[in-house]
T-cell receptor, first 114, second 114 residues
Framework: AQKVTQAQTEISVVEKEDVTLDCVYETRDTTYYLFWYKQPPSGELVFLIRRNSFDEQNEISGRYSWNFQKSTSSFNFTITASQVVDSAVYFC???????????FGTGTRLQVFP | KAGVTQTPRYLIKTRGQQVTLSCSPI?????VSWYQQTPGQGLQFLFE???????NKGNFPGRFSGRQFSNSRSEMNVSTLELGDSALYLC?????????????FGPGTRLTVL
């Protein structure tokens, strides 16, 4: 069965600190896709990144970076020099081949204080 | 390009009533998925539609149903509402041209059942 675990329920940091959000997934498929979404207080889920199971290259986009490691079934997300606007709930999700169905983790609430 | 729109944004119903929620995908997107978000259960997959066909269904009772029209717009219906149906219902759309497409979410419909 597919499962996504985000063990960190809530993280609080002070502005400019770096923060890493953990995500561990389970799937029996060899082809799968991993996603991160951000949900600000407004409620709308905002797409951040997608990774497929064949691409283990890490990615950096501005202050955001992602570390995908198949050996540990992890897809962690790091925000460098966090800002108050980064405060939101972050969800990691998994989908398998031939479906758009997303299996979400329980989310990590990030609070960035000034 | 307009994003995913959902109507209505807020809804208050009483137990036993039925409700219909509407979702208009991003222009050109042919896949629509629905999710239920509650504090207790998190984000759970309801349905996935592509070209008017239901491709996948989540673990919800038969009171939850949906459909997709030829213009890719989708509706979901919940009959005989229960208190536990109170939730944020999110709709997402994607190209579905290739597997693992990123999905773009609407702002959601917040349903309150009294």
């Amino acid at each position: 069965a597919q499962k996504v675990t985000q063990a960190q329920t809530e993280i609080s940091v002070v502005e400019k600190e770096d923060v890493t959000l953990d995500c561990v997934y389970e799937t029996r498929d060899t082809t799968y896709y991993l996603f991160w979404y951000k949900q600000p207080p407004s409620g709308e889920l905002v797409f951040l990144i997608r990774r497929n199971s064949f691409d283990e290259q890490n990615e950096i986009s501005g202050r955001y970076s992602w570390n995908f490691q198949k050996s540990t079934s992890s897809f962690n997300f790091t925000i460098t020099a966090s800002q108050v606007v980064d405060s939101a709930v972050y969800f990691c999700a998994l989908s398998e081949a031939n479906t758009d169905k997303l299996i979400f983790g329980t989310g990590t609430r990030l609070q960035v204080f000034p | 390009k307009a994003g995913v729109t959902q109507t209505p944004r807020y809804l208050i119903k009483t137990r036993g009533q039925q409700v219909t929620l509407s979702c208009s995908p991003i222009s050109g997107h042919r896949s629509v998925s629905w999710y239920q978000q509650t504090p207790g259960q998190g984000l759970q997959f309801l349905f996935e539609y592509f070209s008017e066909t239901q491709r996948n269904k989540g673990n919800f009772p038969g009171r939850f149903s949906g459909r997709q029209f030829s213009n890719s717009r989708s509706e979901m219906n919940v009959s005989t509402l229960e208190l536990g149906d109170s939730a944020l219902y999110l709709c997402a759309s994607s190209w579905r041209q290739f597997p693992g497409n990123e999905q773009f979410f609407g702002p959601g419909t917040r349903l309150t059942v009294l």
